[in-house]
């Protein structure tokens, strides 16, 4: 069953219980099989919520220099920041999986020392247990377009990883992470801008 946004309240409605409704039907096969099936609706269970989804903070941005020692702003080919999120979840009929329709929102932005027209920028997408542990990693490919004299664009890829429920186990027992798939070099910058070690 996939989530529905709640879109506001609405006018209040007299409620009828399904044994009124068999009450006062006509009792003609067609319409009490359609009656049946109508209360079972009513009876089923909503869905649980989705599992969480994060961006990793310090696999959030890329800085991508230009060969060679400089680490001046004058040596940035480019540089990409993963900006958002948004989707939803589908779960199985018999809630033992869910499916996460994931949009992950990618924006680039011309440096100085950058040549070519376009860029090809690594992110994941991970399942991760309660402990934080990961338990499957997809690492995708995304190209963005940077023309001459275009200095900022974006992109908006789509993923669907799907979560198997171990024994006993439901959606609060995992989360998604996203991020952009770095170098050692690019995820040690991070760490310094952000003031770790």
Known sequence: MRMAVDRGATRPKPSMRCEDVLRFSPLMPVALALVLAGCSNFNREPPPPCPPVAILGET????????????????????????????????????????????????????PAMTGNSITVPYFVAVLDRNQQILTKQVFE???????????????????PIIPFAEGKGPKDYSIMIGLQLTDEQLAWNRQARGGN
């Open 60 to 111: 959030a941005s890329l800085t991508q220099f230009r060969q060679g020692p400089g680490r001046d702003l004058t040596d940035v080919e480019y540089g990409v920041q993963i900006l958002d999120y948004r989707g939803g979840c589908e779960f199985a009929s018999d809630r033992k999986s869910v499916t996460i329709s994931l949009t992950t929102d990618i924006v680039a932005q011309r440096g």
């Open 142 to 160: 995304s190209r963005i377009d940077l023309p001459s004299g275009r200095r900022r664009a974006g992109v908006a890829e789509g993923s669907e």
